[in-house]
């Protein structure tokens, strides 16, 4: 079947930007457009405001539209069941249905499916309330992790170092802070050792790996304050040789594969794959079930496949036999955020970009939290505002061009990490 005309993506955020332009670059030349996008996504499509949690409104756009073809970028909207209400109107989507996106809106049920099926996890006990939680984090030793059950964004997860620091999570999380999302907790043994994320595109039994990464998630340099969505990513995660990619494949990436559709789930999606590299092997921190963030920025301009091609491919069950064709070229993100995030920051900062010309070689700019005020400026709409994705031979040229254009964004709020990628240089 040929491939689709006209593409609906779905989100605002700087994963979507990514995927965006990466379905503008195929052959095919579809149509897209954007629902709700950001400021930097309506200068490259058409964007409609229709926000990522509007299931009908999002379900009337397409067909309003006519649209072939959805592309779901965030978690919400998965796990609301957008791609359940669109697969009845028969329109192919790529995304998995409600039930496989649990996977990522309950960490316990995803946790369950580890112990299960023997996938390499961490220890760990689930919890509704406060008392049984502290009983039990007085026989475990810290440092120990506290998660909340539910979507919170990428903040949800506390990674204590002390008791105390452990008992007040517990009664952090449990009380309310992320409302129902943390109704229930996960407390699991502290895993030690590198993270890297495998991002994986499934389509019931079949699956294709994607390039390596590895993602920056805390606030400060030298992986230091509160966790965040992401600070920034690069690509290839050397750390993962090719014998280790191997394990990684055939002790998780297989078995999860195989234990998705043992429990009926049909999914049809990104299986994002968080990773430790302990010292014992790899063991899963996490699924996620959709492109990560800002893993996406530097894994999707490494990949000379058309990447309309492989999202169709596996939305419509086809996947199986399909070749990956990855680019030599190393990449890296740098995310520029709001100052203060992830705690409270401020919005509507204005934004200077340094103008396309003058960015480094195959240097690119994806829009995550912006907006356009009243005077058409553009401002901060969000903690994330920006990420800078660098292609380069080596992946120190690749940070050095990032970071060149990072410093020529104009914000008085502007905040980024300075190591993105260090820890690669550095073990070179």
């Known amino acids: ?100 996106a649990r996977l990522e809106a309950s960490k316990i049920f995803t946790k369950q499916i580890l112990l299960r099926y023997r996938i390499p996890t961490a220890t760990a006990a689930f919890f509704r309330e406060v008392a049984p939680a502290l009983t039990y984090l007085r026989h475990r030793p810290a440092p120990i992790v506290i998660k909340a059950d539910g ?30 999302s943390s109704s229930q907790i996960l407390i699991e043994d502290c895993l030690y050792g590198e993270e890297t994320s495998q991002l994986v595109v499934v389509s019931g039994r079949d699956y294709v790996m994607l390039p390596t990464a590895q993602d920056h998630k805390r606030i400060g340099d030298g992986d230091t304050g509160p966790n965040t969505g992401g600070m ?19 002790e998780i990436v297989r078995p999860s594969v195989e234990a998705i559709a043992d429990e ?87 934004i200077t970009l340094p103008p396309a010309a003058s960015l480094p070689p195959a240097t ?17 709409n969000g903690g994330r505002v920006l990420g800078v994705t660098a292609l380069a031979s080596t992946l120190a040229a690749a940070a050095a061009n990032a970071y060149a254009a990072c410093d020529a964004v104009a914000c008085r709020t502007k905040y980024f990490r300075r190591d993105i990628g260090a820890r690669q240089l550095n073990r070179r």
Not at 295 to 317: H, I, M, N, S, Y
Not at 367 to 379: D, M
């Open 364 to 380: 690119c700019i994806y829009h995550a939290g912006t907006a356009k005020n009243s005077a058409g400026q553009l401002v901060t």
């Open 264 to 350: 009926g789930i049909d999914f049809r999606g990104t299986l994002f794959i968080g990773l430790m590299l302990t010292p014992a092997g790899p063991s899963v921190i996490e699924y996620n079930a959709r492109f990560g963030d800002p893993e996406t920025q530097a894994v999707l301009p490494r990949l000379a496949t058309d990447l309309l091609a492989l999202l169709w491919a596996a939305a419509r069950g086809e996947l199986g036999g399909f070749k990956l064709e990855v680019k030599p070229d190393y990449a890296l993100c740098v995310v520029i955020a709001a100052k203060g995030y992830p705690e409270a920051y401020p919005k509507g900062d204005v």
């Open 151 to 180: 979507l919170a964004a990428g903040k949800g997860v506390v990674v204590a170092q002390t008791s105390a620091e452990a008992e007040a999570a517990v009664r952090d999380l449990l009380g309310g802070k992320f409302g129902a």
């Open 1 to 100: 079947m040929p491939l689709p005309k006209s593409v609906l993506v779905v989100g605002a955020g700087g994963r979507e930007h990514a995927l965006v332009r990466a379905l503008l670059g195929s052959p095919a030349k579809p149509r897209i457009i954007c629902a709700p996008g950001n400021a930097g996504i309506a200068e490259d499509v058409p964007c409609f405001p229709v926000a990522a949690d509007d299931i009908p409104g999002l379900v009337a756009l397409a067909q309003k539209e006519k649209v072939e073809f959805v592309v779901v970028g965030p978690e919400v909207p998965l796990a609301l069941g957008l791609v359940d209400e669109l697969l009845k109107l028969g329109l192919p989507v790529y995304g998995p249905k409600a039930d496989g």
């Open 232 to 250: 920034g990513a690069y690509s290839p995660a050397e750390v993962v040789t090719p014998a280790l990619l191997e394990r990684i494949e055939r």
